[in-house]
């Protein structure tokens, strides 16, 4: 008997909803004394002060992309030597290649709007000043990739694709953990490893 695949579950962003809220319970903690106690942390902080880069003056966005042209080799594609593949034309592979990287793409934005909003509860729940100043830093790091990533999915690709469910699971699992911690693990190696992985293939 053949296996009965699950059915997806719909997404606020499948249904063509664009603002979706998560009920989060987290602590805020305050630091009333601000010692420095991470030099580690604050080095990266200052760093990361001088070397901010603003997107519209350091990437070439005037170049034009040929959103056609494969970012990997055939045999990564998700139906390669299916029969399926076989009975594809040329066209229809091109076609094809510009939707999965269309659907790859959008999937980093969503990932890295995830990234945002951890990095912004990190700000808050991490309980030494060096954290909070490191964490803040990152904040806008991540709000840059979103931004980055939504202007060329809609200036150069030209369309964007809804966040996968699982992901969104994911997401969702790491924004809801009231530990801060654990927020910190979900997106270092899970989100950022999963990112790594695709880039290294791409």
Not at 65 to 85: C, N, Q, Y
Not at 108 to 121: I, K, R, S, W, Y
Request: aromatic share 10%.
């Amino acid at each position: 008997m053949a296996a009965q695949l699950e059915p997806v579950p719909e997404t606020p962003a499948s249904t063509g909803l664009t603002l979706e809220k998560l009920e989060c319970k987290m602590d805020l903690v305050y630091n009333w004394g601000y010692e420095s106690t991470r030099q580690d942390l604050r080095d990266l902080y200052n760093k990361a002060k001088r070397s901010h880069w603003i997107s519209e003056e350091t990437l070439p966005w005037a170049t034009n992309v040929d959103a056609s042209k494969a970012s990997w080799p055939e045999h990564f594609h998700p139906l390669f030597g299916s029969d399926i593949f076989k009975k594809l034309g040329e066209k229809e592979k091109t076609a094809l290649n510009v939707e999965i990287s269309s659907w790859l793409l959008s999937q980093f934005l969503h990932g890295e709007q995830g990234a945002l909003m951890a990095a912004t509860q990190l700000v808050a729940s991490v309980p030494d000043i060096d954290s909070k100043y490191y964490a803040a830093t990152q904040v806008f790091d991540e709000a840059r990739h979103v931004e980055v990533y939504d202007r060329y999915l809609h200036q150069k690709v030209g369309h964007s694709y809804p966040v996968s469910p699982h992901l969104k699971t994911l997401l969702d699992l790491i924004l809801k953990d009231s530990r801060w911690d654990m927020k910190l693990l979900g997106m270092q190696i899970m989100v950022e490893g999963l990112a790594l992985a695709v880039f290294g293939m791409v």
